[in-house]
Structure formats: C-alpha cells, structure tokens
C-alpha cells in the first residue's frame, strides 16, 4: 500500500474558510457542525507582541489509525491510498463515539450531541482521486497552503515535521501529514510601540482635548486579564457540538 497524505504550510495559511466551504459543497454537508474539514483561528499574546495563528485540520489518515481499532469494525483503511474510511454497513453512533474518543484530533464529527446522531468524517476525495483529480480542499485553497500526494514524497520534499504548536503528540497515531510551521515573528516596520500606546490612550493628536481616555492604563493593553481573549489557543477535539462551532467559527 502506498501511503498519501498532506502537506500543510501554516505561514501560507490565512484562515479564509475556503477548504471548509468547498468540503461541504463537493460531499453535500448540511450546515451547522457536520464539518470534514475545520479552519481554526486563535491569537496568543497582548500588544505589541501579538501573534495570529490559523489551522486547517481534517482527518489526517493515519499510518497508525486508532480510530480504526476503536471502531467495533466501523471503520477500515483501505489499501489503495491508506485512506481511512467509515463503513456504512456497519456503522453506529456509539461505535463512531468510541473512534472519535481514540481519535487524537478529533476527525469524526456529529450531526448533534444525540449518542446515536449519525457520524461522518473526511474521505480523502476518494472519489476525486479515482478521476486523477487532488482532494476538493487541495484545490480551493487561493494561498497554496495545502498539497497531497505520496507521503514519502512530501516528506522528501517538505520534511517531516508532524505537528504544529498545540496539536496533540504524533506519535499516538503517526498522521499522514506533514506540516511548515510559520515564521518567527519579527518587527518588519520599526516603531515606538510605548509612543504609539500614548497616542491610542488620547485618541490621536488632533483629539479634543476634552475627550475621554480610551483606557486608564496601558497595563489594561499589554497585560489583559485572563479570559478577555476568548480564542487564545488551539482546541483541536472539541467536547460536543456546541464548543466545535465556537472555535471553528469566525463570528468577530
């Protein structure tokens, strides 16, 4: 069996939706959480040291899939490109609930809460890939964040990085996926972050002088209380329904 897999380039990334948008359309996903393909967004950090991340995860075939032993028999990986698959036959929603429980990211997503709603996951574009054709969230994405082919080729190419910044270890079920993580941040324009603080906090140079701060202190910017940054981390395998569509949903 010749294992493929995808190349995923963090820095390329601009959290645009476009890999989730066209997964629903292509597999006819309803709205609402049934989401193949997830885009997460999160920032870490205060002014002047603030860093945007983004993410799009799917099922990532695993060379070592422990869903596929969770499973009951539910679930396979088949031979052609390694896909790991759902079998429909034999599928329940609590034999999918225990794969999605092994599941280190969280790949099998759920119509509802319901213990028997029904489950479904990504398929690789199985079908697309018997036409010649790459996987539907491969070829939507406008930045080339995302390539697919033989995972040892793209490891020969890419490297063999398997995990960014907060995605669980790789070693519970080797993924089938390479990644690029972005860029250090560094200052591209030099500037007076304290001075630029000052003119914030008085609403500008040409502010009247009589207008109100915008804030009492700079410690409120650069030292947030906990909890006011509600995205500030990567939280992969969502609990139920509910937390899925907060932190894979760009409401701002």
């Not at 599941?103 to 079908?127: L, N, Q, R």
Request: with cysteine; net charge neutral; aromatic share 10%.
């Amino acid at each position: 069996m010749t294992q493929y897999g995808f190349f995923y380039d963090q820095g390329r990334c601009i959290g645009c939706q476009n890999c989730m948008l066209s997964c629903k359309e292509w597999n006819g996903l309803p709205p609402g959480p049934v989401r193949w393909n997830r885009v997460y967004q999160w920032e870490t950090g205060a002014f002047p040291n603030v860093r945007i991340y983004a993410l799009g995860v799917h099922c990532y075939h695993c060379e070592d899939p422990v869903c596929v032993d969770a499973a009951n028999g539910a679930m396979y990986k088949e031979d052609k490109y390694g896909a790991v698959l759902i079998d429909p036959d034999k599928a329940t929603g609590i034999d999918l609930r225990k794969a999605n429980d092994a599941c280190p990211y969280g790949a099998i997503v759920f119509e509802s809460d319901a213990m028997d709603a029904k489950g479904s996951k990504c398929t690789m574009c199985v079908d697309r890939l018997e036409q010649g054709l790459k996987p539907i969230c491969v070829m939507s994405c406008d930045m080339r964040a995302l390539e697919f082919g033989p995972l040892e080729d793209l490891v020969k190419k890419y490297g063999n990085l398997r995990q960014l910044d907060g995605m669980p270890d790789p070693s519970i079920a080797k993924p089938a996926a390479v990644f690029k993580k972005q860029l250090d941040r560094k200052q591209i324009v030099p500037y007076n972050a304290d001075k630029a603080l000052d003119l914030w906090q008085g609403r500008g140079p040409n502010a009247p002088a009589d207008a109100p701060q915008v804030f009492t202190s700079k410690n409120d910017v650069t030292n947030p209380p906990d909890g006011l940054i509600r995205r500030n981390k990567l939280v992969v395998k969502a609990k139920n329904v509910e937390e899925l569509l907060y932190w894979t949903t760009h409401d701002e």
